[in-house]
């Protein structure tokens, strides 16, 4: 179900009446496939954005959100976390 609030893609910018229904998430159709591609291809390859925040997940289970938040300013973690999927 659509979340009939949004009126524009939060990856591509795009408007609903371009796009079709924005989810929940605030993705059009599209972009939420790539995104779902986006993931799978970095866990399996271990790299980009999905493999960092892997890594934090882990990190945060194991050693606690101080710790990892120690860690992330040490630069044990690459930024950037919240770059957007890039391809279409
Ligand atoms: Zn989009």
Same mark, same amino acid.
């Given at each position: 179900?659509?979340?009939?609030? *949004?009126?524009?893609? *939060?990856?591509?910018?795009?408007?609903?009446?371009?796009?079709?229904?924005?989810?929940?998430?605030?993705?059009?159709?599209?972009?939420?496939?790539?995104?779902?591609?986006?993931?799978?291809?970095?866990?399996?390859?271990?790299?980009?954005?999905?493999?960092?925040?892997?890594?934090?997940?882990?990190?945060?289970? #194991?050693?606690?959100?101080?710790?990892?938040?120690?860690?992330?300013?040490?630069?044990?973690? #690459?930024?950037?976390?919240?770059?957007?999927?890039?391809?279409?």
């Amino acid at each position: 179900m659509p979340d009939f609030r *949004r009126a524009s893609c *939060r990856n591509c910018g795009q408007h609903k009446s371009k796009v079709g229904p924005i989810s929940w998430g605030g993705y059009c159709g599209d972009c939420a496939r790539d995104l779902l591609v986006a993931n799978i291809d970095g866990l399996h390859t271990k790299s980009g954005v999905p493999w960092q925040r892997w890594k934090i997940g882990v990190a945060e289970n #194991a050693l606690g959100p101080e710790v990892t938040a120690a860690l992330f300013k040490a630069g044990v973690f #690459a930024p950037p976390l919240d770059a957007p999927v890039k391809g279409r």
